[in-house]
C-alpha cells in the first residue's frame, strides 16, 4: 500500500476543485434532464402517433448506446462534420440528453400510474386536457416519480466521471493527473473517492427520505 498523509493532505484542494466541477456538470445536466424528460414523458403519452413515436425512438436510442459512446461522438465526430464545440458544452449535453431519456420513463410511468378516471372526471367538468394534466394528474404524478428521479440525480452524479475523457478537469480527471505526477496511486485515489461520497451521500439521504414521505400506498 502507497498511502502517504502528507501526500493526500496536499491533494485535497485540487481535487476540491474538480469535485465543485463535477457538481456543476451534475447540476446543470439534472435539470436540463428534467425538462427533456418531462416533455419526453408527455410525448411518450400522447395521442399523435408521430409525436409519440418519436419519445419512444429517442428513449430506444439514449438507453441503448452508452453515454460513452454519445459524449464522444459529440466531442470527435461534430468537428469531422465541421461543428466545433466546447468540451463543457458536448459534456452537458451528452449527460442531458442521456439523463433525459430516463426522466422521460420515469415521468411516463408516473403518470399512467395515475388511474385515467381522474382525467376522464375532469374532462366531463369541462376543463382542457392540457389544464386536467396541469391540476390534476402531474400534481399526483410528481409524488410518485420524486423518489425515482432523486436515484436518477445520483446515477447522473456519478456519470459525470466519463467528461475526464474529453479532457475536463472534473474530480476523476484531477485524481488522475495527481497520480501520474505524483507516482503514487493510492492517496488521490482514496480524496477522489471521499469526494464523491462527500457528493453522493446527501442524495442518498435525500432517496432514503423522499422514498418514505412520498411512499405510494
Known sequence: MDFELKLFLETLPALAKGAVVSAKLAAIAGVLGLVIGTFG?????????VIKGLAAGYVLFIR??????????LYYGLPALGVTVDAIVVAVAALSITSGAY????VRAGIQSIDRGQLRA????GMSYPLAM????????????????????????????LVSVI????????????????????SPFVGVAIFYLLLTVPLIGLNTYVEKRFRVT
Open 41 to 49: 414523458g408527455l410525448a411518450r403519452i400522447s395521442t399523435n402517433p
Open 122 to 125: 375532469a374532462r366531463s367538468l
Open 64 to 73: 441503448g448506446v452508452p453515454l460513452l459512446m454519445t459524449m464522444l461522438f
Open 134 to 161: 396541469r391540476r390534476i394528474v402531474l400534481p399526483q404524478a410528481m409524488r410518485r416519480v420524486v423518489p425515482p428521479l432523486t436515484n436518477e440525480a445520483i446515477t447522473l452524479l456519478k456519470n459525470t466521471a
Open 167 to 186: 479532457a475536463i478537469s472534473d474530480l476523476l480527471r484531477v485524481g488522475v493527473e495527481t497520480m501520474v505526477w505524483t507516482a503514487n496511486t493510492f
Open 103 to 106: 426522466t422521460t420513463e420515469i
